[in-house]
């Protein structure tokens, strides 16, 4: 293997593919970015089993030449040190060779790199996917509901399959749902979709789409997604971002979302977020993040949290409306203040059935999102 | 104790003040703020006894009232909750009210605070320092005197006065030496000064100098300096800056500075300082952190690093003057690095008396800055 390459095309390619090399590998292979150069163009591919990720440089492109082959050929090099060695090469051309046993010479002007390159045939085999059934989600509306939802999964072991963020797609609407069983974010949308295209109940791991959200850029460009029954392909541009998805079976979370409430509240999203933000810092003080929420007689709630050591601190907020029973409730001021911040809507609807049931956040201006948090059983 | 104070004015000395209060104190009362209410104005002091903080905020300032006092008085707070607190309140103005047993009542808008205060009697009393004897030192240059020698400082609590910044003054140069025993960073100064004032191997924490150089301001404005016994206070405006000085007899370290050398080198700053970065990402791979430098038959320099497992950088770097002996040194890339990055001059001087004595840096435009870097026993 021979060529000649553009060190930004080269560099930029290595940053997107990385985030997938494992920074622990189990086997020095799933710690390495295999490099596979044909006439055609170069492609990159790093996995650590659970997530690949593939980005493809053509030789050229829009009358640029980006690289030079030539002898084809492939092999694995470390990204770690790949990762940070590329960018600061000297020249604009990155000179790459591949000798016997993978020995890899790189060259760019005064630098000269020799490497123990790594068996392309010893690298993980990306999964097969047939691409009969795919649909397109714009990109900011993906990182989006992204952004919404996975702050709610579970970040514990012990349930697996909460770890995810459970996805349905049906009759045009795309849905995800997050769950630790404290709190629940949901967040749907529409999309386009060929004529029947469905999936249901597919999980994919939260701390993934994460992942996958700093790769998809924030404008209207499509993503496309295809769904299989282990694994799920998203298509940006010249990467491919594969997922493997979670196996179990998600809790049905449908049945617990109350549809009337003994109290129901408007309020001004801004001011409920500052007024818990402040309850918070006290209530943090004791470790429990527990905030409390009276309605008062005069139309208006107060909101309150106190430790021993420090004091209490107490706020007093306007309800745009206020319907139904009087009421106190305790609850995690930091799950609050985590789905306040994701939901964008200027007022806020919270719905409630007593202490001990839960809490349901939803924004005003459309039905795309809601947010349930279980109360804290307090005594007073 | 009962006050109306803007909010701006009393978190930005919140802010200044609270880099001195102790994060995890060994006594509540260090973790505090105190807060001095006369009708001339607010002193706010942080101390966790090594360094203490003072910031005042006239109750009226260029015809702009600050502050309106009903009742003078005196409160200690918690620094980590008031930090937090202050910057969030919900309205421009805050009252601070002390009642009984220092029970404190903070209310700005809706926000209603109840907090648990501390005797101020019980805060420790800052040193008092006789004023007859300072001399002043602009604000940016004071930080970058700072910048190029604490990092060379010790880290290590085993030799407690390495840990410090060496201070000379004397015939209005004003010097800096930090050494950990494997490299030295100084830095010198001409400042102007009172006819004679001179001091001599004060110690200064370098943790403490990164501290107040956080709070110099990066322009001409002067900061004053007051020299005592076992003190140091430098003054920035409202804001007073106190610091203990490191007990013990700091090394001398004129005698290891070589003033003649077998070898000598010229070297562009910049190309250096990339060449060593890229050979610095293979021996970080070793943990030694060594790379060689080596002079060819051709006026030019070889860097080089290997690492068993990973590979080799060789990089070749022209020498704009080269005379004297040919050599082959090797040295920790990390030291080098960190020296490089602080030289503010395109070339730099480079002086060697052979593999095993010390290396001399200096920057070619000026004398103010030398570094020394003992190189490593290497075999081949």
Tied chains: 1, 2.
Excluded at 16 to 43: F, M
Aim: aromatic fraction near 6%.
């Amino acid at each position: 293997m021979k060529l000649m390459i553009l060190k930004d095309q080269l560099n930029d390619a290595i940053q997107q593919v990385s985030k997938a090399a494992s920074s622990r590998p189990a086997i020095p292979i799933l710690g390495g970015i295999k490099i596979d150069v044909t006439h055609h163009g170069i492609t990159l591919t790093a996995s650590d089993t659970d997530i690949s990720i593939q980005s493809f440089i053509e030789t050229e492109s829009d009358k640029q030449v980006n690289a030079r082959v030539d002898k084809p050929g492939s092999v694995v090099l470390p990204a770690k040190f790949i990762v940070e060695i590329v960018k600061k090469l000297p020249a604009d051309e990155v000179e790459i060779e591949v000798g016997d046993n993978f020995q890899t010479k790189i060259r760019s002007g005064s630098s000269d790199i020799q490497m123990v390159g790594l068996d392309p045939e010893e690298f993980p085999v990306l999964p097969s996917i047939e691409e009969n059934e795919s649909f397109s989600v714009p990109g900011d509306l993906l990182k989006s509901m992204i952004r919404q939802t996975s702050f709610a999964a579970s970040t514990s072991e012990q349930t697996p399959i909460l770890t995810g963020v459970l996805w349905n797609l049906a009759e045009e609407q795309f849905k995800f749902v997050a769950t630790d069983r404290h709190r629940l974010a949901s967040r749907s949308s529409h999309v386009e979709t060929s004529s029947g295209h469905r999936f249901s109940n597919i999980v994919i791991s939260s701390k993934t789409l994460v992942e996958l959200s700093k790769v998809v850029p924030d404008n209207q460009s499509l993503v496309d997604i295809v769904v299989t029954d282990n694994q799920v392909l998203f298509k940006l541009g010249h990467v491919l971002f594969y997922s493997r998805l979670l196996e179990g079976i998600y809790p049905d979370t449908s049945k617990i979302i109350p549809q009337v409430f003994k109290t129901e509240l408007v309020l001004d999203t801004k001011k409920l977020t500052d007024a818990i933000d402040r309850a918070y810092l006290m209530s943090r003080e004791e470790k429990t993040n527990i905030v409390r929420l009276i309605t008062l007689d005069n139309g208006m709630i107060e909101i309150s949290s106190s430790s021993a050591e420090l004091g209490r601190v107490t706020e007093h907020l306007d309800a745009a409306e206020f319907n139904g029973d009087p009421l106190r409730v305790a609850f995690n001021s930091k799950y609050m203040l985590d789905c306040l911040k994701v939901i964008d809507s200027e007022k806020i609807f919270i719905g409630f059935n007593g202490a001990m049931s839960p809490i349901i956040i939803r924004p005003t201006d459309h039905a795309h999102s809601l947010h349930i948090i279980l109360p804290y059983r307090t005594t007073g």
